[in-house]
């Protein structure tokens, strides 16, 4: 045989397996676009576009169990129909109607109620759904059609919305490195030096919580037992503090990157209302590398808020999962669909699950309180207390409080109900923060740094008052430095200029206002404190 003979052999060969291959590609392909599955893919859509509506406020694992749940609860009602119907492009065509009519309600009744919160809609609303129920039923029976030829397009669709959903979820939650700052600008410092006897810090930040001056004017409430309890035990408590900027994730990227957010990152302009760098500044921060770079280990707790968790922390401490038998995630799913009727029944009362969800936590941080100041080697703890912020979960005593009794039909808060919450949660915080504090003090062998502070003051007030905060410090022989109207940009340009070698420049201490949303167009806010 010639040997162009052999080699053509060869190639149609090759060609011919090549072929094989394509074609048993497509039949596999087309097999898989032509069976229907779409319902089950329509029934984990709902829980994955809410985990990205959502993207950076939670994290992506609190959906695991809707999602699971959900595409269940599609499949079985995909069988079910089919046991009826026996057609299964048929079944999946009338399961795919009712589940989007099932996941579509709760977003329609809470449409309705925004538009019309005078009005008692749940009965006709219901009748509405049910109306269209029927008629779903009725079209998909009384149809000739056997829907074989519109299954690949269901299913393409379905397929299209998660991974859009999916993508959505990954680019929001994308990791980053440990080491790599947040922010274009951040002035960490690479040549800190370690003392001897290196401090553990603890950066304690209590959620909204006000100024003693404040306290006393506006709700009427002394708070002076309390200051005067910090300052026993060596505390500095700053009499004209304000924070710096009058929303929490603004303030802290500014507290632990020690610059004012106008110049930490070019892209904090006026005109944008993005949060995803501003995310990244707060979790990677300035003040977080200084401490690794030295040697320290960080320490983070749950939160609930996925932006202001450090999950790469060396010590990510977070309650028992699951704890209150439904998640806050599940609670809010639960009420975009039908099955937010479960709620109006009494049979399930996300708004409980919020309140427990938030006391677990609460409670996680002052029980390992004492497990993290043993911890060997130096520590810097981050430790965010959503408390005295809303929902309104203890009273004056510790005993658990129901949320919903704190506001009105629209979930809005009376100046009278946010009042009596906001000033119960400080008296019950209070308690616990003084036993924190005396652990931490008794179980250190070399003193402590302790910052306590507020991001930033109370809810529902002018402009200026938003800002009066608590800030008090616990600095060994440095408490000298410190000055009535510091600010929380000044907090760690401080610490490491006193015990790590800093060359840091103390800034002048300013607050800007931004409303919402755009909350990077500042204006600045005079202190009148102390004149």
Sequence with gaps: MMPWMILFRKRFASDSFAGKRIF???????????????????????????????????????????????????????????????????????????????????????????????????????????????????????????????????????????????????????????????????????????PQYPPDVYYIILDSYAREDFLKMVYDYDNSEFVEALQKRGFYVAACSRSNYVRTEISLASSLNMMYIQELDDAFTPESTARRRLWDALKHSAVRQNFESLGYETVNFATGFAWMELEDADHFITPPPFNSGLTEFEGLFLRTTLARYVQDWGWVDPDEVLGQSFRDRFSNIFDNINDVANMPGPQFSYIHLISPHPPFIFDAEGNPTYPPDFWNEQRQYPNDKYQKGYTNQVIYLNTRVLEAVDTILEESDTPPIIIIQGDHGAWMQPKDRRMWILNAYYLPENNDKLYPAISPVNTFRLVFNSYFGGRYEMLEDVSYFSPVPNLYDFTMMPNSCGQ
Excluded: C
């Excluded at 959900?70 to 999946?92: D, E, N």
């Excluded at 219901?126 to 829907?147: E, N, P, Q």
């Excluded at 397929?159 to 959505?168: E, F, I, N, R």
């Excluded at 990791?175 to 690479?190: D, F, I, K, T």
């Design 24 to 194: 048993f590609m497509k039949k596999v392909l087309n097999g898989i676009l032509n069976t229907p599955w779409f319902p089950i893919a329509i029934s984990a859509y709902p829980v994955l576009a809410l985990l990205s509506a959502n993207a950076g406020q939670i994290q992506p694992t609190a959906g695991i169990r809707s999602l699971l749940v959900s595409a269940a609860f599609g499949g079985i009602l995909y069988f079910v129909i089919w046991l009826f119907l026996r057609q299964a492009h048929k079944s999946a065509f009338l399961a795919a109607l009712w589940l989007a009519l099932f996941f579509t309600f709760g977003h329609a009744y809470i449409a309705v109620d925004e538009k019309y919160p005078e009005t008692n809609y749940t009965l006709w609303l219901a009748m509405v759904w049910i109306a269209l129920f029927m008629f779903a039923l009725a079209w998909a029976l009384r149809s000739r059609s056997t829907f074989v030829s519109s299954t690949a397009a269901f299913n393409t669709i379905a397929l299209a919305l998660l991974v859009m959903s999916v993508g959505q979820i990954r680019l929001e939650g994308k990791p980053r490195s440990v080491h790599a700052l947040g922010a274009s600008h951040a002035p960490a410092q690479n040549d800190l030096t370690l």
